[in-house]
Protein backbone atom coordinates (compact mmCIF):
# COMPACT_ATOMS: atom_id res chain seq x y z
CA UNK A 1 0.00 0.00 0.00
CA UNK A 2 1.75 3.10 -1.08
CA UNK A 3 2.23 5.73 1.70
CA UNK A 4 0.00 9.03 2.25
CA UNK A 5 1.32 12.57 1.04
CA UNK A 6 0.38 15.10 2.99
CA UNK A 7 0.01 18.50 1.44
CA UNK A 8 -1.26 21.91 2.15
CA UNK A 9 -4.83 20.77 2.27
CA UNK A 10 -4.10 18.46 5.04
CA UNK A 11 -2.49 20.99 7.61
CA UNK A 12 -3.98 23.72 9.69
CA UNK A 13 -1.43 26.27 10.32
CA UNK A 14 -4.11 27.81 12.79
CA UNK A 15 -3.10 25.06 15.20
CA UNK A 16 0.13 26.70 16.16
CA UNK A 17 -0.99 30.37 15.86
CA UNK A 18 -1.87 31.16 19.29
CA UNK A 19 1.11 29.20 20.24
CA UNK A 20 4.65 30.22 21.19
CA UNK A 21 7.25 28.44 19.45
CA UNK A 22 11.05 27.97 20.35
CA UNK A 23 13.55 27.20 18.17
CA UNK A 24 17.07 25.86 20.41
CA UNK A 25 19.96 26.65 18.08
CA UNK A 26 19.87 28.75 14.96
CA UNK A 27 22.57 26.64 12.49
CA UNK A 28 21.27 24.88 9.74
CA UNK A 29 17.83 23.21 10.41
CA UNK A 30 17.07 25.87 13.06
CA UNK A 31 17.90 29.03 11.24
CA UNK A 32 15.75 28.21 7.99
CA UNK A 33 12.80 26.44 10.32
CA UNK A 34 12.75 29.89 12.55
CA UNK A 35 12.70 32.11 9.28
CA UNK A 36 10.00 30.25 7.64
CA UNK A 37 7.94 30.24 10.83
CA UNK A 38 7.67 33.73 11.39
CA UNK A 39 7.06 34.79 7.54
CA UNK A 40 4.07 32.42 8.02
CA UNK A 41 3.47 34.49 10.79
CA UNK A 42 3.68 32.10 13.96
CA UNK A 43 5.31 33.69 17.15
CA UNK A 44 8.80 32.56 17.33
CA UNK A 45 11.09 32.61 19.87
CA UNK A 46 15.14 31.63 19.84
CA UNK A 47 16.51 29.99 22.39
CA UNK A 48 20.54 30.08 22.92
CA UNK A 49 23.05 29.93 25.51
CA UNK A 50 24.93 32.53 26.90
CA UNK A 51 28.22 33.54 24.71
CA UNK A 52 26.61 31.92 21.42
CA UNK A 53 27.89 33.81 18.27
CA UNK A 54 24.42 33.27 16.47
CA UNK A 55 22.85 35.78 19.15
CA UNK A 56 23.83 38.80 16.71
CA UNK A 57 22.58 36.84 13.88
CA UNK A 58 19.25 35.98 15.11
CA UNK A 59 18.76 39.28 16.72
CA UNK A 60 20.12 41.14 13.31
CA UNK A 61 16.85 38.87 11.70
CA UNK A 62 14.33 40.12 13.89
CA UNK A 63 14.07 37.23 16.69
CA UNK A 64 13.96 37.41 19.89
CA UNK A 65 16.93 35.83 21.84
CA UNK A 66 16.47 34.55 24.96
CA UNK A 67 18.92 31.45 27.51
CA UNK A 68 17.82 27.67 26.39
CA UNK A 69 15.87 27.62 29.60
CA UNK A 70 14.10 30.67 29.14
CA UNK A 71 13.11 29.64 25.83
CA UNK A 72 11.60 25.86 27.35
CA UNK A 73 9.89 27.68 29.81
CA UNK A 74 7.96 30.15 27.29
CA UNK A 75 7.35 27.97 24.63
CA UNK A 76 4.51 25.61 23.79
CA UNK A 77 6.23 23.74 21.02
CA UNK A 78 10.17 23.53 21.56
CA UNK A 79 12.18 22.63 18.12
CA UNK A 80 15.35 21.12 19.19
CA UNK A 81 17.51 22.26 16.41
CA UNK A 82 20.92 21.24 18.19
CA UNK A 83 23.72 18.79 17.18
CA UNK A 84 22.97 15.13 18.42
CA UNK A 85 26.14 14.84 20.23
CA UNK A 86 24.92 17.57 22.78
CA UNK A 87 21.25 17.46 22.90
CA UNK A 88 21.67 15.15 26.07
CA UNK A 89 23.90 17.77 27.85
CA UNK A 90 21.85 20.70 27.44
CA UNK A 91 18.52 18.52 27.79
CA UNK A 92 19.19 17.84 30.82
CA UNK A 93 20.81 21.00 32.26
CA UNK A 94 18.02 23.50 30.41
CA UNK A 95 15.41 21.45 28.75
CA UNK A 96 14.34 18.79 31.16
CA UNK A 97 13.84 21.24 34.44
CA UNK A 98 11.64 23.31 32.73
CA UNK A 99 9.00 21.19 30.99
CA UNK A 100 5.49 20.88 32.14
CA UNK A 101 2.27 19.16 30.81
CA UNK A 102 1.25 20.22 27.62
CA UNK A 103 4.29 20.88 25.98
CA UNK A 104 5.11 19.55 22.89
CA UNK A 105 9.46 18.63 22.00
CA UNK A 106 10.45 18.58 18.37
CA UNK A 107 13.40 16.91 16.55
CA UNK A 108 14.46 17.15 12.85
CA UNK A 109 16.20 13.61 13.56
CA UNK A 110 15.04 10.72 16.03
CA UNK A 111 18.68 10.03 17.04
CA UNK A 112 18.57 11.34 20.48
CA UNK A 113 14.99 9.66 20.79
CA UNK A 114 15.24 6.57 19.51
CA UNK A 115 18.55 5.64 21.03
CA UNK A 116 17.20 7.33 24.45
CA UNK A 117 20.11 9.79 24.70
CA UNK A 118 16.69 12.02 25.24
CA UNK A 119 13.90 10.63 27.40
CA UNK A 120 11.45 13.00 27.95
CA UNK A 121 8.43 13.03 30.54
CA UNK A 122 5.30 10.93 29.05
CA UNK A 123 3.10 14.37 29.73
CA UNK A 124 5.08 15.89 27.11
CA UNK A 125 4.45 15.33 23.28
CA UNK A 126 6.96 14.31 21.33
CA UNK A 127 7.13 14.80 17.45
CA UNK A 128 9.51 14.92 14.33
CA UNK A 129 9.55 17.33 11.39
CA UNK A 130 12.91 16.33 9.01
CA UNK A 131 13.35 18.10 5.82
CA UNK A 132 14.89 15.68 3.05
CA UNK A 133 17.10 18.55 2.40
CA UNK A 134 20.06 21.06 4.25
CA UNK A 135 18.66 24.44 6.02
CA UNK A 136 19.78 26.57 3.10
CA UNK A 137 17.53 24.76 0.52
CA UNK A 138 14.56 24.65 3.25
CA UNK A 139 14.87 28.60 3.54
CA UNK A 140 15.48 28.77 -0.03
CA UNK A 141 12.46 26.61 -1.48
CA UNK A 142 10.30 28.12 1.07
CA UNK A 143 11.13 32.23 -0.33
CA UNK A 144 10.59 30.93 -4.17
CA UNK A 145 7.15 29.51 -2.72
CA UNK A 146 8.20 25.63 -3.15
CA UNK A 147 9.30 23.48 -0.55
CA UNK A 148 11.45 20.30 0.46
CA UNK A 149 9.66 17.37 1.55
CA UNK A 150 9.41 16.46 4.24
CA UNK A 151 9.14 13.19 7.43
CA UNK A 152 6.71 13.80 10.30
CA UNK A 153 6.67 10.98 13.06
CA UNK A 154 4.74 10.98 16.81
CA UNK A 155 6.64 9.15 19.44
CA UNK A 156 4.44 10.91 22.25
CA UNK A 157 1.25 11.71 21.98
CA UNK A 158 -0.53 12.81 25.57
CA UNK A 159 -3.39 15.19 24.33
CA UNK A 160 -3.71 13.74 20.93
CA UNK A 161 -2.71 16.74 18.99
CA UNK A 162 0.89 15.65 18.47
CA UNK A 163 -0.24 14.48 14.69
CA UNK A 164 -1.36 17.79 13.94
CA UNK A 165 0.96 19.68 15.73
CA UNK A 166 3.88 18.22 13.21
CA UNK A 167 1.98 18.93 9.86
CA UNK A 168 1.49 22.48 10.77
CA UNK A 169 4.80 22.78 11.49
CA UNK A 170 5.32 21.00 8.03
CA UNK A 171 2.99 23.50 6.62
CA UNK A 172 4.77 26.73 8.32
CA UNK A 173 7.98 25.37 6.92
CA UNK A 174 6.71 24.84 3.01
CA UNK A 175 7.57 21.26 3.32
CA UNK A 176 3.52 20.43 2.50
CA UNK A 177 3.57 22.20 -0.61
CA UNK A 178 6.02 19.55 -1.52
CA UNK A 179 5.12 16.65 0.02
CA UNK A 180 5.02 15.20 3.80
CA UNK A 181 5.08 11.37 4.48
CA UNK A 182 4.53 9.80 7.92
CA UNK A 183 7.15 7.98 9.65
CA UNK A 184 8.27 6.72 12.96
CA UNK A 185 11.02 7.83 15.26
CA UNK A 186 12.65 3.95 14.61
CA UNK A 187 12.24 3.96 11.12
CA UNK A 188 13.89 7.39 10.42
CA UNK A 189 16.66 7.14 12.44
CA UNK A 190 17.48 3.77 11.13
CA UNK A 191 17.40 4.71 6.98
CA UNK A 192 18.64 8.48 7.66
CA UNK A 193 21.98 6.45 9.49
CA UNK A 194 22.62 4.07 6.78
CA UNK A 195 21.76 6.15 3.32
CA UNK A 196 24.49 8.63 4.67
CA UNK A 197 26.76 6.27 6.10
CA UNK A 198 26.48 3.62 2.59
CA UNK A 199 25.36 5.80 0.33
CA UNK A 200 25.07 9.44 -0.10
CA UNK A 201 28.48 10.49 2.31
CA UNK A 202 30.29 7.68 3.23
CA UNK A 203 29.97 5.64 0.11
CA UNK A 204 29.85 8.14 -2.91
CA UNK A 205 32.68 9.81 -1.01
CA UNK A 206 34.95 6.74 -0.99
CA UNK A 207 34.22 5.88 -4.65
CA UNK A 208 34.61 9.43 -5.65
CA UNK A 209 37.88 9.21 -4.16
CA UNK A 210 38.54 5.59 -5.13
CA UNK A 211 37.85 6.81 -8.70
CA UNK A 212 39.80 9.70 -8.74
CA UNK A 213 43.27 7.92 -7.22
CA UNK A 214 42.85 4.98 -9.76
CA UNK A 215 43.46 7.69 -12.41
CA UNK A 216 46.23 9.46 -11.48
CA UNK A 217 48.10 7.09 -10.00
CA UNK A 218 47.80 5.51 -13.35
CA UNK A 219 49.87 8.94 -14.86
CA UNK A 220 46.57 10.76 -15.94
CA UNK A 221 46.29 14.41 -14.73
CA UNK A 222 44.25 15.08 -11.79
CA UNK A 223 42.15 17.84 -13.26
CA UNK A 224 40.99 15.42 -15.77
CA UNK A 225 40.46 12.88 -13.21
CA UNK A 226 38.59 14.99 -10.35
CA UNK A 227 36.38 16.07 -13.72
CA UNK A 228 35.39 12.61 -14.72
CA UNK A 229 35.35 11.20 -11.28
CA UNK A 230 33.31 14.17 -9.24
CA UNK A 231 32.57 17.28 -11.35
CA UNK A 232 30.02 15.29 -13.97
CA UNK A 233 28.50 13.31 -10.54
CA UNK A 234 26.27 16.39 -9.77
CA UNK A 235 24.88 16.08 -13.95
CA UNK A 236 24.31 12.32 -13.40
CA UNK A 237 22.66 12.84 -10.38
CA UNK A 238 20.45 14.96 -11.59
CA UNK A 239 19.15 13.23 -14.01
CA UNK A 240 18.51 10.25 -11.74
CA UNK A 241 16.57 12.57 -9.83
CA UNK A 242 14.37 14.06 -12.56
CA UNK A 243 13.80 10.88 -14.18
CA UNK A 244 15.10 7.54 -12.08
CA UNK A 245 17.73 5.63 -13.08
CA UNK A 246 15.86 4.31 -16.48
CA UNK A 247 15.50 8.04 -17.55
CA UNK A 248 19.13 8.61 -16.32
CA UNK A 249 20.33 5.61 -19.25
CA UNK A 250 17.93 7.21 -21.60
CA UNK A 251 19.71 10.16 -21.43
CA UNK A 252 23.49 8.93 -21.57
CA UNK A 253 25.78 8.06 -24.60
CA UNK A 254 25.69 3.91 -25.60
CA UNK A 255 29.05 3.51 -24.25
CA UNK A 256 28.29 5.20 -20.65
CA UNK A 257 25.25 2.91 -20.64
CA UNK A 258 26.99 -0.13 -21.44
CA UNK A 259 29.31 1.02 -18.96
CA UNK A 260 26.80 1.54 -16.21
CA UNK A 261 24.80 -2.34 -16.32
CA UNK A 262 27.93 -3.77 -17.62
CA UNK A 263 31.04 -2.72 -15.24
CA UNK A 264 29.36 -1.28 -12.55
CA UNK A 265 27.93 -4.46 -10.80
CA UNK A 266 31.37 -5.50 -11.07
CA UNK A 267 32.64 -2.54 -9.06
CA UNK A 268 29.50 -2.45 -6.59
CA UNK A 269 29.02 -6.55 -6.12
CA UNK A 270 27.34 -8.68 -3.75
CA UNK A 271 30.55 -7.97 -1.30
CA UNK A 272 29.40 -4.12 -0.60
CA UNK A 273 25.80 -5.35 -0.62
CA UNK A 274 26.85 -7.53 2.37
CA UNK A 275 28.81 -5.05 3.93
CA UNK A 276 25.77 -2.89 3.67
CA UNK A 277 23.87 -5.10 5.24
CA UNK A 278 26.46 -5.21 8.11
CA UNK A 279 26.23 -1.63 8.40
CA UNK A 280 22.52 -1.41 9.04
CA UNK A 281 23.02 -4.37 11.53
CA UNK A 282 25.60 -1.98 13.77
CA UNK A 283 22.57 0.51 13.16
CA UNK A 284 19.81 -1.17 14.44
CA UNK A 285 21.57 -2.91 17.13
CA UNK A 286 22.13 0.21 18.71
CA UNK A 287 26.26 -0.65 18.15
CA UNK A 288 26.74 2.29 15.83
CA UNK A 289 25.00 4.53 18.58
CA UNK A 290 26.59 3.43 21.60
CA UNK A 291 30.23 3.83 19.78
CA UNK A 292 29.08 7.34 18.27
CA UNK A 293 28.79 8.70 21.31
CA UNK A 294 31.84 7.71 23.24
CA UNK A 295 34.13 9.17 20.61
CA UNK A 296 34.87 12.30 19.81
CA UNK A 297 33.89 13.95 16.69
CA UNK A 298 35.87 13.06 13.64
CA UNK A 299 37.72 15.50 11.51
CA UNK A 300 38.28 14.14 8.68
CA UNK A 301 41.61 14.73 6.63
CA UNK A 302 40.84 16.77 3.32
CA UNK A 303 40.92 14.23 0.43
CA UNK A 304 43.42 13.79 -1.98
CA UNK A 305 40.92 14.90 -4.66
CA UNK A 306 40.62 18.20 -3.03
CA UNK A 307 44.37 18.85 -3.24
CA UNK A 308 47.30 19.35 -5.36
CA UNK A 309 46.27 20.08 -9.01
CA UNK A 310 42.67 18.92 -8.89
CA UNK A 311 41.91 21.88 -6.51
CA UNK A 312 42.25 24.05 -9.61
CA UNK A 313 39.78 21.97 -11.31
CA UNK A 314 37.67 21.91 -8.35
CA UNK A 315 37.52 26.00 -8.78
CA UNK A 316 35.67 25.89 -12.47
CA UNK A 317 32.46 27.36 -12.51
CA UNK A 318 29.56 24.36 -13.26
CA UNK A 319 25.92 23.79 -12.59
CA UNK A 320 24.51 24.54 -9.38
CA UNK A 321 27.77 26.71 -8.53
CA UNK A 322 26.16 29.91 -9.07
CA UNK A 323 28.47 30.66 -12.41
CA UNK A 324 27.67 32.40 -15.70
CA UNK A 325 27.92 29.57 -17.94
CA UNK A 326 26.57 28.14 -20.92
CA UNK A 327 25.83 24.68 -20.34
CA UNK A 328 26.02 22.41 -23.46
CA UNK A 329 24.78 18.94 -22.96
CA UNK A 330 26.18 16.36 -25.98
CA UNK A 331 24.22 13.12 -26.73
CA UNK A 332 23.56 10.99 -30.17
CA UNK A 333 19.61 11.25 -30.71
CA UNK A 334 18.05 7.93 -28.74
CA UNK A 335 14.43 9.06 -29.04
CA UNK A 336 12.34 12.02 -28.53
CA UNK A 337 13.77 15.75 -28.93
CA UNK A 338 11.41 16.16 -25.26
CA UNK A 339 14.53 14.62 -23.29
CA UNK A 340 16.47 17.61 -24.86
CA UNK A 341 13.61 20.11 -23.77
CA UNK A 342 13.34 18.23 -20.26
CA UNK A 343 17.43 18.24 -19.88
CA UNK A 344 17.26 22.45 -20.87
CA UNK A 345 14.26 22.97 -18.35
CA UNK A 346 16.19 21.20 -15.43
CA UNK A 347 18.82 23.67 -15.81
CA UNK A 348 17.02 26.46 -16.11
CA UNK A 349 14.73 25.57 -13.53
CA UNK A 350 17.81 24.72 -10.72
CA UNK A 351 16.59 26.11 -7.87
CA UNK A 352 20.70 26.19 -7.13
CA UNK A 353 21.40 28.42 -9.40
CA UNK A 354 20.44 32.10 -8.83
CA UNK A 355 17.46 33.30 -10.61
CA UNK A 356 19.44 36.03 -12.73
CA UNK A 357 21.17 32.96 -14.19
CA UNK A 358 18.53 31.01 -15.12
CA UNK A 359 15.81 34.03 -17.20
CA UNK A 360 15.62 31.61 -20.14
CA UNK A 361 16.71 28.54 -22.10
CA UNK A 362 16.50 27.61 -26.07
CA UNK A 363 16.38 24.59 -27.83
CA UNK A 364 18.40 23.80 -30.74
CA UNK A 365 18.14 20.46 -32.57
CA UNK A 366 20.26 19.31 -35.16
CA UNK A 367 19.31 16.26 -37.53
CA UNK A 368 18.83 12.60 -35.87
CA UNK A 369 22.21 10.80 -34.97
CA UNK A 370 23.78 14.22 -34.42
CA UNK A 371 24.81 16.19 -31.36
CA UNK A 372 21.78 18.20 -29.82
CA UNK A 373 23.01 21.09 -27.70
CA UNK A 374 20.50 22.76 -25.11
CA UNK A 375 21.86 25.80 -24.11
CA UNK A 376 20.59 27.81 -20.79
CA UNK A 377 21.63 31.15 -20.75
CA UNK A 378 23.99 32.74 -19.19
CA UNK A 379 25.36 28.85 -17.98
CA UNK A 380 29.03 28.26 -19.03
CA UNK A 381 31.62 27.01 -19.80
CA UNK A 382 30.39 23.83 -22.17
CA UNK A 383 30.24 20.40 -20.29
CA UNK A 384 29.96 17.35 -22.46
CA UNK A 385 28.28 14.36 -21.00
CA UNK A 386 29.15 11.64 -22.82
Not at 196 to 205: A, D, K, P
Request: net charge positive; aromatic share 6%; glycine share 10%.
Amino acid sequence: MPAKVYSDKDADLTVLQSKTVAVLGFGSQGHAHALNLKDSGLNVIIGLYEGSKSIPVAKEKGFEVVTTAEAVRRADVIFVALPDTKQSAVYGRDIAPNLSKGKTLMFSHGFSIHFKTVVPPKEVGVILVAPKGPGHIVRRQYLEGKGVPALIGVYQNPDRQAKKIALAWAKGIGATRAGVLETTFREETETDLFGEQTVLCGGISALVTAGYETLVEAGYQPEMAYFECLHELKLIVDLMNEAGISGMRFSISETAKWGDVSVGPKIIDSGVKKRMKAALKDIQSGKFAKGWCKSAPSRARKPRIERGGASRANKFPGPGKGKLVDLVVSHRIIGRASVWLWIAKTYANNPSIPAASRTHHTLARAPSDTTVTATVSKIRPTLCVN
